[in-house]
């Protein structure tokens, strides 16, 4: 997660 | 990006490449668990929502489309174009068993909770358990085709390489994310004694017949 909790894994 | 991520990644295209040459090129879906990409194709629904609320890259975007169109196209195949070929009786798993447990764990453990938080949680808790029905298939027949030896390794494979992606992260970027570690991690050794046979067997040119 980034600091705005997105996910970049798939 | 990593390496180890990029070939998890090509690893898992790779396994749907796989499953649906076999299934274009020999008509049929004998010996697939239709129960299975059901699963899948819930796990990828539920864990790729945020297509529509966040950006990430194109390559994020793109891979998620693939997958969520993909395992509808699998399961248009095997129930309706190819249907007739179907190993109904052996695919008797119940999934059930599987969806409702990781409903209740996901609203149990999960990091937010929030709609997309949880239903993210499910699908990495379903995508561990996804593959049972398929391994079950082969347990109650016996035996596989190459080809579908060639897909379950391929999908076995992602993640794993998922887990050095992990360890990777988190020492050279302090990342981890503790849930799909842990589901990671019981996902691949749920296929350990498959890869054993793989190796074992299929390698070298054998079929993947189960000892009696």
Known sequence: KDEFGNKDEL | ?212
Request: proline fraction near 1%.
């Open chain 2, 1 to 212: 990006m990593n390496l180890f991520r990029l070939a998890g990644d090509l690893s898992h295209l790779l396994a749907i490449i796989i499953l649906l040459i076999k299934i274009w090129k020999t008509r049929s879906c004998a010996g697939l668990s239709g129960k299975s990409q059901i699963l899948f194709a819930l796990v990828y629904i539920t864990r790729y929502l945020d297509l529509v609320t966040t950006y990430i890259s194109l390559y994020n975007s793109f891979m998620k489309v693939i997958f969520i169109s993909t395992s509808l196209a699998t399961i248009y195949l095997m129930y309706s174009k190819f249907r007739a070929t179907y190993d109904k009786n052996h695919d008797s798993f119940r999934i059930e068993f599987l969806i409702i447990p990781c409903v209740i764990l996901s609203l149990v453990i999960n990091s937010n909770f929030t709609v997309l938080e949880v239903l993210w949680t499910f699908s990495i808790y379903l995508e561990s358990v996804a593959i049972l029905p398929q391994l079950f298939l082969v347990s109650k027949t016996g035996e596989a085709e190459s080809i579908t030896s060639h897909y379950l390794f391929a999908l076995g494979s992602y993640r794993a390489l998922y887990i050095l992606n992990w360890i990777y992260r988190y020492y050279a970027e302090g990342h981890y994310e503790l849930i799909a570690i842990f589901a990671g991690c019981v996902q691949t050794i749920l296929y350990c004694d498959f890869f054993y046979l793989y190796v074992t067997k299929v390698l070298k040119g054998k079929k993947l017949q189960l000892p009696a």
